[in-house]
C-alpha cells in the first residue's frame, strides 16, 4: 500500500471500531421521489440501523424546535452536536461524513475536495484539490485560499474563542500564529504551515505525522470564510453559506430560517440531498409544550436531541403507533458530573473519591429517563470508542451508593462531617437540572451540601466554560455531557483532559487537570498510526482519569426521541450522535 492508502485504511479501521452497534440495514432511496414508502420501516428505532422513509421527495418546510439556542452559528465557535448538525446545511469542508446510518457514515468522504488527499512526507504534508464550480451564497467562487483564511480564523481566539482548536496544535508548530485579525501579511493569510500554490490546491505541512487530522479538518472550524465578509465577532450573526442553504433572520433565544441557497450546485456535493425548500429553528424555554407539538405533529424533530420529557415518555411508549416514530440509539456520549480540582476541597483526591462513592448511579439514571437514557457508565469512555474496557474502580455498576466507602474518604482528606460546595446545571436541559437534584440528594446523605446553581446553557462558554467563574461561584461539581468530535480515544477524551487545552473560556477541561504523563500519553497517541495502539494508550489514560476521581460517569447516553411521521430519510448519525438533519425530507411536500 502507498503511504496515502495506509492512512486513509487507517482512519477506516479506526471508524469501524468504533461501532458497537450492528451494521446498518439499508434501504436505498426510492427512484421516485414518491411518498417515501419503503426501504427501513417505521418501527420502533429502526432509525438506529437504517434509513427509515426513504425518498428523493423535494419541497416543504422542515420544522425544528429547541429548548436551547445555538452557542454560535459561526463555524469556528458552534461546539454543541445539534450545531455541528445544523452546519451540514449551510458550511462545507474538504472532507466530511456522509449521510449514512451505520458504520458508513464513520468513514470520511470528499466534500470540498475532488478526492481524498495525497499524503506524503512519511504522514506530515497532505495535499488536497478543490472541486470545480463551487461557490459561496453571493455567487463568488470558493478557493483555497477561502479555506486557509476560515481555518486561520481558529487561531484568534481572542476574537472567536470557545470552539474547537485542534486544529491550532496540528499547525501552528511554534510559529504562534495570532489569527487573521492581527496578521501582518498583506492579504492576511500568514499561516506558514498551510499553502495555497494556486485557487484550487491546499498542501497542509505537519510537524509530525497525526492520525486524526482528517478529523480535524472535517469539524466547522475548516469550512471557507470570504475575507470580505469576515466581521470578527459579528460573524455568527450572518455567516456566508457555502452549503445548500443559507442562514436567515437569525434572533438570539428566538430562533432563524434557513432557506436554499441559489449558488450551491448539487453536482459538486454527493453528501447533501438539501430536500425541504426552507428549514426553521425556534427556541421555546417549554420542554414539555415541544413535545406536545411533536406528538401532536405540528413540528418535526427536538433539534436538541436530548430525549422526550417524562410526559411525552410515557405516553409513547404506552402507544405503539407513536413509539414506531423514535429513536433510542446508543451514542458515543457520556452525561456526567466533573469535579473541579481548583476549587476547595477538591484539590483534594480523597474528597473527590467521596462525591464517586456517595452518588446513586440508579438515581443518576432515572434523572435523565431510566433505561431509555442509556446504561450506567463505569468510567469517562463509551462502549463505542476503542480503547473503553470495563474499568470500575468505584463499584458503579452495582448501581447504588457506597455509603462506608464514601466516608472513609471524607475522612481521608480531612473532613468528616463533609462540606458545602456548589453543583452546576443546565437550566435549558431540564434532564441535567433532575441529575443535578439527584446527586445533591445523594451528597447530602454523606455530609456534603451542595446548591444547585442553574444557568442558561447557551452560556457555557462563560459561566461553567470559564475556570475563573467557576472558581469565585464556588462551583465544585458541573453536570454535563459529552459525545465524541469524532471516533477515537482523541476525539472524546482529550479535550476533557488535556491541560494544554485549558482556555479563559469554552473550556471543556472541567475538571482544569494538567497531567504530565496523561498529557504525553495524549501525544503518543497523535503520533501513531497503528489503531490499537492509540487505542491502548487511551485505555491508560482513561483508568488514570478514573483513579484521580475527575469525573463521575452517570450514563453511556441514550436519547428516546420522538420524530414526526412526515419526515424523509430518517436516520442516526454515529458521527453526529443524533439524527442527521441534513438528510431529511418531508413526504407530504409541505
Given at each position: ?109 470528499p ?51 470557545n ?18 485579525y ?7 493569510l ?92 425556534t ?22 436531541q ?53 452518588i ?66 443546565r ?17 447530602k ?26 472558581h ?5 461539581l458541573?453536570?454535563f ?110
Amino acid at each position: 500500500m502507498t503511504t496515502r492508502n495506509k492512512a486513509l485504511a487507517a482512519a477506516v479501521l479506526v471508524g469501524a471500531l468504533a461501532l458497537t452497534t450492528s451494521a446498518c440495514g439499508g434501504g436505498s432511496k426510492s427512484s421516485d421521489g414518491g411518498s417515501g414508502k419503503g426501504g427501513g420501516s417505521s418501527t420502533f428505532n429502526a432509525a438506529a440501523t437504517s434509513i427509515v422513509n426513504p425518498s428523493t421527495k423535494k419541497g416543504g418546510t422542515l420544522k425544528l424546535w429547541s429548548t436551547q439556542d445555538v452557542d454560535s452559528l459561526d463555524p469556528a465557535i458552534g461546539y454543541y452536536a445539534f450545531v455541528w448538525d445544523l452546519q451540514r446545511f449551510y458550511t462545507r469542508t474538504l472532507v466530511n461524513y456522509p449521510s449514512k446510518p451505520g458504520k458508513d457514515g464513520l468513514a470520511l468522504q470528499p466534500d470540498l475536495a475532488e478526492a481524498m488527499p495525497t499524503i506524503t512526507d512519511g504522514g506530515k504534508t497532505y495535499t488536497f484539490k478543490l472541486k470545480q464550480g463551487l461557490k459561496f451564497e453571493d455567487g463568488t467562487p470558493i478557493t483555497s485560499k477561502d479555506v486557509k483564511y476560515g481555518i486561520e480564523r481558529v487561531f484568534a481566539q481572542d476574537v472567536i474563542p470557545n470552539g474547537p482548536i485542534y486544529l491550532i496544535g496540528d499547525l501552528d508548530q511554534g510559529q504562534k500564529y495570532p489569527g487573521p485579525y492581527k496578521d501582518k501579511d498583506k492579504d492576511k493569510l500568514g499561516l506558514k504551515s498551510v499553502q495555497t500554490p494556486d485557487d484550487s490546491t491546499i498542501v497542509f505541512k505537519l510537524s509530525q505525522p497525526n492520525s486524526d487530522f482528517l478529523y480535524h479538518l472535517a469539524m466547522g472550524g475548516a469550512a471557507p470564510v470570504p475575507r470580505a465578509k469576515d466581521d470578527g465577532a459579528s460573524y455568527a450573526k450572518h455567516p456566508v453559506s457555502s452549503g445548500p442553504y443559507k442562514i436567515q433572520g437569525y434572533v438570539a433565544n428566538k430562533g432563524f430560517e434557513m432557506v436554499r441557497n441559489p449558488n450551491w450546485d448539487a453536482s459538486t456535493d454527493k453528501l447533501r440531498p438539501a430536500l425541504p425548500d426552507k428549514v426553521t429553528f425556534t427556541v421555546t424555554s417549554n420542554a414539555d409544550d415541544l413535545d406536545s407539538r411533536l406528538l401532536a405533529g405540528s413540528i418535526d424533530i427536538d433539534a436538541g436531541q436530548r430525549g422526550v420529557q417524562t410526559a411525552a415518555q410515557g405516553k409513547i411508549l404506552r402507544t405503539p403507533k407513536l413509539k414506531a416514530s423514535t429513536v433510542d440509539a446508543p451514542a458515543a456520549t457520556i452525561r456526567y458530573i466533573s469535579l473541579q480540582t481548583k476549587v476547595k476541597p477538591f484539590d483534594n483526591v480523597n474528597c473527590r473519591k467521596a462525591v464517586e462513592y456517595a452518588i446513586n448511579p440508579t438515581d443518576q439514571q432515572t434523572a435523565r429517563g431510566g433505561q431509555w437514557a442509556g446504561k450506567i457508565a463505569t468510567s469517562m469512555l463509551p462502549p463505542s470508542i476503542p480503547g473503553s474496557d470495563t474499568y470500575d474502580p468505584y463499584n458503579l455498576a452495582a448501581g447504588k451508593p457506597q455509603i462506608d466507602k464514601a466516608k472513609e474518604a471524607l475522612a481521608a482528606c480531612g473532613k468528616p462531617n463533609g462540606f458545602s460546595t456548589t453543583i452546576a446545571a443546565r437550566s435549558t436541559s431540564p434532564k441535567d437540572v433532575k441529575q443535578a437534584v439527584a446527586a445533591q440528594a445523594a451528597l447530602k446523605a454523606v455530609g456534603i451540601t451542595a446548591n444547585v446553581f442553574q444557568y442558561d446553557g447557551s452560556q457555557s462558554a462563560s459561566t461553567v466554560g470559564s475556570p475563573a467563574f467557576m472558581h469565585s461561584h464556588n462551583i465544585g461539581l458541573n453536570v454535563f455531557g459529552w459525545g465524541s468530535d469524532y471516533p477515537t480515544g482523541s476525539g472524546f477524551l482529550s479535550v476533557l483532559i488535556d491541560g494544554r487545552l485549558i482556555s479563559k473560556s469554552g473550556n471543556n477541561n472541567y475538571s482544569e487537570i494538567n497531567d504530565p504523563e496523561i498529557n504525553g500519553w495524549i501525544d503518543d497517541a497523535a503520533k501513531s498510526t497503528d489503531p490499537a495502539a492509540a487505542a491502548a494508550d487511551y485505555t491508560k489514560i482513561n483508568h488514570k482519569v478514573m483513579d484521580l476521581a475527575l469525573y463521575v460517569p452517570g450514563v453511556v447516553e441514550q436519547s428516546l426521541n420522538y420524530y414526526n411521521p412526515r419526515l424523509t430519510n430518517v436516520m442516526f448519525s454515529q458521527s453526529l450522535g443524533m439524527i442527521d438533519f441534513s438528510a431529511l425530507g418531508l413526504s407530504d411536500g409541505k
